[in-house]
């Protein structure tokens, strides 16, 4: 269970850094700031996480060692992919490639890299469809060898 915190407060970490490259001069400030309620839909992100960690289904992204990809399916996936149909629909981040629908939490620039994204493939009318999703967290250099 340490560990799903750990995660999910370096995951919180990662996302509130700007991470823009340029170096800033004088001394570098230690303020930290402030917990503000995460929105509702952020427990998508913490489910599939915490079930990743649980599972050990988080891995090292091929194309950038920066980058922590946290996978988790079954029924966290299937909220998840509910969840981002909204802000697919208004963002044109949904795909459809043969019986499998994507949905990315913000629309594809030029690849797949980095995004997160849940996917459920409907095989026909009478199976159950599949569902499975991943959210990437930018961990910076300390994956590095």
């Known amino acids: 269970m340490r560990f799903v915190a750990l995660v999910l407060a370096a995951a919180l970490t990662a996302c509130a850094t700007g991470g823009g490259g340029d170096e800033i001069a004088g001394q570098p400030s230690l303020e930290v700031s402030a917990n503000v309620p995460a929105p509702e839909r952020a427990r998508f992100y913490a489910d599939c996480i915490a079930q990743a960690a649980a599972e050990h289904t988080y891995f090292r992204e091929e194309h950038n060692d920066e980058l922590l990809r946290f996978n988790c399916d079954g029924d966290v996936a299937e909220r998840f992919f509910a969840g981002l149909a909204e802000r697919a629909a208004a963002e044109g981040s949904e795909m459809v490639v043969g ?18 994204y849940c996917w459920r493939d409907s095989p026909n009318v009478n199976a159950e469809p599949l569902y499975a999703c991943t959210v990437v967290l930018n961990v910076g250099s300390f994956l590095k060898d």
């Not at 949905?103 to 997160?116: A, E, K, M």
Request: aromatic share 12%; hydrophobic share 35%.
């Open 99 to 116: 019986i499998r629908t994507w949905r990315f939490s913000n629309r594809i620039q030029r690849d797949t890299i980095g995004l997160d």
